[in-house]
């Protein structure tokens, strides 16, 4: 299963989210969450504080800003990875909500 960054529409295997250097499956989560394809990459602040700090996505999207706002929506609602909406999920309901009315 694809999870996909909020800020550029990139997909990631979620199976990623279990090989997260010093995260648990939940804070990779977390972190995806907010910081997209950022979440994945280590900046370290400086040479003599070894604390991680984590950039925002700055990759260019992919994905039209609506569809990434739904994207974002999506993960809003669900600390659940399998539970977030790919675009092609979020493409069949904007056409069923088109169909309805
Ligand atoms: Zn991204």
């Not at 648990?24 to 991680?52: D, E, I």
């Amino acid at each position: 299963m694809d999870i996909h960054c909020r800020h550029c529409g990139e997909p990631w295997d979620h199976d990623e989210l279990h090989d997260m250097e010093g995260h648990t499956y939940k804070q990779a989560a977390v972190a995806f969450r907010s910081y997209g394809c950022g979440a994945f990459v280590r900046f370290l602040n400086s040479v003599n504080s070894p604390s991680v700090v984590k950039e925002t996505c700055q990759y260019s999207p992919i994905y039209p800003p609506e569809m990434l706002e739904l994207i974002g929506q999506s993960q809003d609602m669900s600390p659940y990875p399998d539970e977030w909406s790919s675009p092609d999920e979020i493409e069949i309901m904007l056409q069923a909500a088109e169909e309805m009315f």
